[in-house]
């Protein structure tokens, strides 16, 4: 018994071995190689860009936010605002020509500057038609939904600000990652006691070296999610989406970086094209998955997406 626990702890590590103890105690390395198993075979007799597509309640809010993302598309196009096709939507119109078949909202990104430019006018340009837009109060600067009957139907576009900063190489970058994690620290304790412009002041003040283009830091470099406070932060070089591309989705073509195959390696990895071991229809909250919401409301979601079409049209119309 000793023995077997001594060599348990030489070849994991004291960490490691307690970690390896208790996984086998409780089951979950059994649970563990299960799934693993399952993943194997699931890699090798499926092919996931031929995965079929949602169907029932899923594929109603799916369409849903293909049209609400059309709306958005006629806003920033009307007004000059940048955006593209980010995370789990990219990987979709990448991956699948569309939705990823399990996945349940759609996320984009924009430059900080076109993001506040945003804040300002959509929320004047949608009041008459019913569109919400803003961020969470409790996570200022981080994001805001561009929805329509969010809590009815589950309805929802994420938009993600992106900031840009210069360095000269990857050892630059390790350097900015760093910094950007103190001002990360400053804002999770600040974030609801502080402005927006105060915290925005913290976050220059700490960055200020890699604010200008220099002879010496030339790379422009896109940085996700800093306000998000996701565990990763990820960096790409701007070239690798400027000029903006185009992907199709759904049958629609919407905005997307330049290079998507770097864009996504850098944000999934390399193995972006297989089969994710989580993550599943994983929006939703006490009322449950977002595609069972609008059915707990008794909303017929082939209504809401007329209504959408309409809003399309008459968007569009008014500023033909």
Same mark, same amino acid.
Request: aromatic share 12%.
């Given at each position: 018994?000793?023995?077997? @626990?001594?060599?348990?702890?030489?070849?994991?590590?004291?960490?490691?071995?307690?970690?390896?103890?208790?996984?086998?105690?409780? &089951?979950?390395? *059994?649970? /563990?190689?299960?799934? $693993?198993?399952?993943?194997?075979?699931?890699?090798?007799?499926?092919?996931?860009?031929?995965?079929?597509?949602?169907?029932?309640?899923?594929?109603?809010?799916?369409?849903?936010?293909?049209?609400?993302?059309?709306?958005?598309?006629?806003? %920033?196009?009307?007004?000059?605002?940048?955006?593209?096709?980010?995370?789990?939507?990219?990987?979709? #119109?990448?991956?699948? &020509?569309?939705?990823?078949?399990?996945?349940?909202?759609?996320?984009?990104?924009?430059?900080?500057?076109?993001?506040?430019?945003?804040?300002?006018?959509?929320?004047?340009?949608? *009041?008459?038609?019913?569109?919400?837009?803003?961020? +969470?109060?409790?996570?200022?600067?981080?994001?805001?939904?561009?929805?329509?009957?969010?809590?009815?139907? &589950?309805?929802?576009?994420? /938009?993600?600000?992106?900031?840009?900063?210069?360095?000269?190489?990857?050892?630059?970058?390790?350097? @900015?990652?760093?910094?950007?994690?103190?001002?990360?620290?400053?804002?999770?304790?600040?974030?609801?006691?502080?402005?927006?412009?105060? !915290?925005? $002041?913290?976050?220059?003040? !700490? !960055?200020?070296?890699?604010?200008?283009?220099?002879?010496?830091? %030339?790379?422009?470099?896109?940085?996700?999610?800093?306000? +998000?406070? $996701?565990?990763? @932060?990820?960096?790409?070089?701007?070239?690798?989406?400027?000029?903006? &591309? #185009?992907?199709?989705?759904?049958?629609?073509?919407?905005?997307?970086?330049?290079?998507?195959?770097?864009?996504?390696?850098? =944000?999934?990895?390399?193995?972006?094209?297989?089969?994710?071991?989580?993550?599943? =229809?994983?929006?939703?909250?006490?009322?449950?998955?977002?595609?069972?919401?609008?059915?707990?409301?008794?909303?017929?979601?082939? $209504? /809401?997406?007329?209504?959408?079409?309409?809003?399309?049209?008459?968007? =569009?119309?008014?500023?033909?």
């Amino acid at each position: 018994m000793f023995g077997k @626990l001594k060599r348990i702890l030489k070849k994991n590590g004291f960490f490691g071995g307690i970690k390896y103890i208790i996984s086998k105690l409780t &089951g979950r390395a *059994a649970l /563990v190689e299960s799934v $693993d198993t399952l993943y194997y075979f699931l890699e090798k007799c499926v092919d996931i860009k031929t995965f079929p597509k949602a169907t029932g309640s899923l594929r109603d809010l799916q369409e849903c936010d293909v049209a609400l993302l059309k709306v958005f598309d006629l806003a %920033c196009r009307k007004n000059n605002l940048t955006y593209w096709m980010d995370w789990g939507t990219l990987l979709g #119109a990448v991956r699948h &020509g569309g939705f990823i078949p399990w996945d349940d909202d759609m996320d984009v990104s924009m430059p900080r500057e076109d993001y506040d430019r945003a804040l300002e006018i959509l929320p004047k340009e949608f *009041a008459e038609f019913g569109i919400d837009v803003g961020e +969470f109060s409790f996570k200022p600067l981080a994001s805001f939904g561009f929805s329509i009957k969010h809590r009815q139907t &589950g309805i929802w576009l994420d /938009v993600f600000p992106v900031d840009e900063y210069y360095c000269k190489d990857e050892q630059d970058i390790a350097v @900015l990652k760093k910094k950007i994690g103190k001002y990360q620290k400053f804002y999770k304790k600040k974030k609801l006691k502080k402005s927006k412009q105060q !915290l925005l $002041d913290k976050k220059n003040a !700490l !960055l200020a070296d890699f604010l200008t283009k220099t002879d010496e830091r %030339c790379n422009a470099i896109l940085c996700h999610n800093i306000e +998000f406070l $996701d565990p990763k @932060l990820n960096v790409h070089y701007a070239s690798d989406v400027f000029p903006l &591309g #185009a992907v199709e989705f759904d049958g629609c073509s919407f905005a997307a970086p330049k290079n998507p195959d770097a864009f996504l390696r850098a =944000e999934y990895g390399n193995n972006y094209m297989s089969f994710p071991k989580s993550g599943a =229809e994983h929006h939703g909250d006490d009322a449950g998955k977002l595609k069972n919401w609008a059915a707990a409301n008794n909303i017929n979601m082939k $209504d /809401v997406l007329a209504e959408l079409e309409g809003i399309a049209d008459a968007y =569009e119309g008014r500023n033909a």
